[in-house]
């Protein structure tokens, strides 16, 4: 069993999660391979928040994982992704949402900032702020609101798991 500690999301997990996670890794054998640009994104500790989250269900766990990957693909996250990385590379922890795309805009109506915190355990914490939010003013007043959104929220989100990796 010690030679299934082999990466540091193992010294992470107990015994029986490095194990589950060995079975995890050889069911998206494939999967992790085609998508193996970006460790952090298909990388063991990924795969070990998503085994957690299903109550240590492999076949739930894979399942999951897959249409992460399909929604990632759908949504050109790795794009978006580079993106970030190019723009801000070693500054990550100075952006803020009003400098992804539409974020000025979006915003102005629904104001929002990053913050990362670690909780007493040493894990991150993320917290999404709303402040004066005006969505039905924003849905109403910008053009083309659901496509900005959209690009705005995902580039958000992808930030945030940058941060939180």
């Not at 990924?46 to 076949?59: E, G, I, M, Q």
């Not at 249409?67 to 794009?79: I, P, T, V, Y």
């Not at 009003?98 to 355990?121: D, N, T």
């Not at 989100?157 to 940058?162: C, L, Q, S, T, V």
């Amino acid at each position: 069993p010690c030679d299934l500690l082999d990466s540091r999301s193992d010294r992470l997990a107990t015994l029986r999660e490095a194990e589950l996670l060995s079975e995890m890794r050889r069911q998206l054998g494939d999967e992790l391979k085609a998508a193996a640009a970006n460790l952090d994104v298909v990388g063991d500790i990924r795969l070990l928040r998503t085994l957690r989250a299903f109550d240590h269900s492999v076949a739930e766990a894979a399942a999951a994982f897959r249409s992460h990957l399909a929604a990632r693909a759908q949504f050109s996250l790795d794009e978006k992704r580079k993106r970030i990385e190019r723009e801000f590379g070693d500054r990550l922890w100075e952006l803020r949402c009003e400098m992804l795309p539409h974020g000025e805009v979006v915003c102005s109506y629904m104001p929002e900032v990053f913050v990362f915190a670690r909780s007493l355990a040493g894990d991150p914490v993320g917290l999404g702020l709303w402040g004066q939010g005006r969505p039905g003013a924003f849905v109403q007043e910008v053009d083309n609101w659901q496509d900005k959104f959209m690009e705005y929220y995902l580039h958000m989100n992808e930030a945030r798991m940058m941060l939180i990796d």
